[in-house]
């Protein structure tokens, strides 16, 4: 449970809160890019909250320190994923149908910025690279998982953006701006073709996160900015609250940054 509901637990009646717990219980979730950052906070919290999570990423040693490290009524599953290509993207989705089940919950989380982030700078090598992984890998992953969803009528995608997906920033640089609107306009298109299937997708921009994307930015950033800034617990908690929502609710797209960051 999110910390508003830790609040709120000792006044809820039993049924409210035998609700609550089981509202994600065994629910199958995906999740790419969840070694380290927002990802594997996303895993962390829906699997403390009882959903059957497979967590994907390039190297296999951050997603099983992840996994050891929760205590949940279901043990995260690990399988690695590289969603710039084709074969292992269907080898993870495979994985999670042969031992867990359809999924229910898709997130896209996967996600690269480079440092030579300026027109005049990026190699253009970097330009399809960078499209690869935000957006057409994202497409692919949609892609496995959508059939299933439609034909039982339910199933929900996240898609995790940026506000670099609804502002292009300088800061976040041509390629990534250009990327996360791919995957803004992807996740509407989609959207509105299933809305009458069930189907529900919701788009999440996050400002400045916490994550080892920082790492990548040209100039360093300072261990008190990264304090000050939203850390990928902030990101679980929202998305959990999505996810709970019942079936004939959908938030198409929402925006979360820190306190501090100018929003125009």
């Not at 090598?125 to 059939?147: F, H, K, Q, S």
Request: charged share 20%; with cysteine; net charge neutral.
């Amino acid at each position: 449970m999110n910390r508003l509901f830790i609040w709120l637990y000792p006044y809820l009646t039993a049924a409210t809160r035998e609700r609550i717990q089981m509202t994600l219980n065994g629910k199958v979730v995906a999740i790419t890019g969840g070694g380290t950052g927002i990802g594997a906070g996303l895993a962390r919290g829906l699997a403390l909250a009882g959903a059957n999570v497979t967590v994907g990423g390039r190297r296999s040693e951050p997603l099983q320190t992840l996994a050891d490290s929760v205590d949940s009524p279901l043990p995260i599953r690990t399988h690695t994923i590289d969603v710039a290509e084709n074969a292992s993207i269907e080898a993870f989705f495979s994985d999670i149908r042969d031992q867990a089940g359809q999924v229910d919950i898709l997130i896209n989380s996967a996600g690269i910025n480079i440092a030579k982030r300026t027109m005049a700078e990026m190699d253009p090598d970097e330009w399809d690279r960078v499209l690869r992984i935000n957006a057409t890998g994202a497409y692919r992953c949609m892609r496995e998982v959508l059939p299933a969803m439609r034909d039982r009528r339910d199933g929900l995608v996240v898609n995790v953006s940026s506000i670099a997906g609804k502002r292009a920033i300088s800061l976040g640089g041509v390629v990534y701006c250009a990327s996360k609107f791919a995957m803004t306009a992807m996740g509407t298109a989609v959207a509105n073709e299933v809305r009458h299937e069930g189907v529900r997708i919701t788009n999440v921009y996050p400002g400045e996160v916490n994550t080892p994307i920082l790492d990548q930015r040209p100039v360093p950033v300072s261990d008190e900015h990264r304090e000050s800034i939203l850390q990928p617990e902030d990101i679980a908690e929202l998305v959990l609250t999505i996810c709970r929502l019942p079936p004939r609710a959908c938030v198409p797209e929402i925006v979360i940054k820190p306190t501090t960051q100018e929003w125009v």
